[in-house]
């Protein structure tokens, strides 16, 4: 007989908008007669071990939900934990390791409809959408001003992106078309890589990046050099006509000067998707 594998998965995953992405990425185990599929929710902020007693795999999913030695069970069975998305700055690696339990990401499960998102707050930013919504609602006066906003639009700006993996050459690709200029700054990436992917996009180093750029947006990983990358001093070589996307994680951008400076008008307008504290504080 064989023994059914038993693979959990964090409960968002089957809940609301992820469930579109779900049903695709789980249709090899759901109907299989040697699959068990059981869904697992978090509890003050983690995974606790055990709810995952007697579990061969877990797709992590979503926040909050940390990932930690004390989610892992004691009876030896968790073999691998999939971290859906990218980034492991909810699970702890050495932890994992030391139980000799796997771990993966999926970078090809969210990274286009990532690179969608960052690319829809550029055109709402561009567009000036919400001004314009805001307005529409606002009765006849507001009606009046709102058909004087045309917006800076895309075509002929500079697009500089903070990192160029998949979700940002994904970005460059799609915008491309707009007749948008690229640039991006990665130090990982030579200009024979680029030209070996076929990327026409410009490297260029930090600074030179956020003072050319019309719209900086950011797709770095969250790791110790990361953090704080875009603060004070990248915010004030920005143009005052310019845009921040942050789609990637809070803690790349600090805050405070971010607020400064949309406050201060020193520059145009920002798209954030993610916050250094979620939900962020008013």
Known sequence: ??????????ERFTLSDYAEHALPFLSPFTGSAGVELVTVAPRDGGYHAEDLAGVDAFILVGHPG?????SIPADGRLAVVIRYGVGFDEVDVAACTAAGVALV????GIGPSMAVAAVTFILALAHR????????????EGWAEGQLLMGSGVGGKVLGLLGLGNIGAEVARLL?????????????LTP????????AIELVDKPTLFTRSDFVSIHCPLEPSTVGAVSTAELALMKPTAFLVNT???????????????????????GIDVFDTEPPPP
Do not use: N, Y
């Open 1 to 10: 007989m064989v023994a059914t594998f038993r693979l959990a998965v964090s």
């Open 192 to 199: 024979e890589e680029l030209q070996r992917r076929g990327l």
């Open 176 to 188: 491309t078309p707009f007749g948008m200029t690229v640039l991006a700054c990665d130090p990982f």
């Open 105 to 108: 990401t999926t970078p090809d």
């Open 129 to 140: 959408v919400l001004d314009k919504d805001r307005l529409s609602r606002a009765g006849a």
């Open 66 to 70: 940390r990932f930690g030695a004390e």
């Open 248 to 270: 990637a994680r809070g803690p790349i951008v600090d805050a405070e000067p971010l607020a400064e400076a949309l406050h201060a008008g020193s520059i145009a307008g920002a």
